[in-house]
């Protein structure tokens, strides 16, 4: 290469040095930072938490998620198939009609909570969206004791207030009670209370 083709180039192999020190100073900043300050549930057997196990499926499939970059805002694209099909196997395996049953994939258990007891509102409170809750407070719904935190942040971000979340004991196996769920639905029907909703726990 001539001396002054070398030298028009200049600028662009000063930004390439430039990027490689970046990038060798980020390696060693994951390195030495970051991945010491990690919090360790990387191991193929971690079900602890909702969140993935750092398997090489898992990097791979971040790394395609990442690259497609897709949004689900539309109907006919990958993403959004591979969306309904997660869905009806979902259906399938929970044993729920495919014809008028269906959801979403969201990115957690507290949204999916929110938009969970969000439907079941509107289902007894049709006109919930447009009119608010209005004089509706006599709903109530219920849970086990064993139930998690988000669900009465649900019902605190949904208006409910999380008075109107009945705690029902468990028994030794952690079970809810149904002889409790059952006196506490009637005799808060006979208060006048209105039950809207029962939340299950699934799992260990
Ligand atoms: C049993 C259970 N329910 C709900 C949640 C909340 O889920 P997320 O953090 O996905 O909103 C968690 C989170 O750890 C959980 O363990």
Redesign the pocket.
């Known amino acids: 290469m001539a001396a002054n083709s070398a030298r028009k180039l200049l600028p662009f192999f000063i930004v390439i040095d430039e990027v490689t020190t970046v990038y060798s100073r980020a390696e060693l900043t994951w390195a030495t930072e970051a991945t010491p300050r990690a919090i360790f549930n990387l191991h193929p057997r971690f079900w602890g938490?909702?969140k993935g196990e750092g398997t090489v499926g898992g990097v791979l499939a971040d790394m395609i998620s990442a690259s497609l970059n897709i949004n689900v805002c539309t109907n006919v694209h990958s993403a959004a198939c591979i969306e309904k099909a997660v869905i009806n196997w979902m259906l399938q395996v929970f044993g729920f009609p495919e014809e008028n049953a269906g959801g979403l994939l969201v990115?957690?258990?507290?949204?999916?909570?929110i938009i969970s007891i969000a439907t079941a509102r509107q289902r007894m409170l049709v006109n919930v969206r447009n009119e608010g809750l209005g004089n509706s407070s006599n709903l109530v719904a219920y849970a086990s004791t064993e139930t998690?935190g988000?669900i009465i942040k649900a019902f605190q971000l949904l208006g409910l207030g999380s008075d109107a979340l009945h705690f029902i004991p468990v028994d030794e196996t952690f079970c809810i009670e149904i002889s409790a769920l059952r006196t506490a639905i009637r005799e808060d029907r006979e208060k006048g209370l209105k039950p809207f909703c029962i939340i299950g726990?699934a799992?260990i």
């Open positions: 938490w909702v990115s957690g258990t507290s949204i999916a909570t998690h988000c726990n799992g």
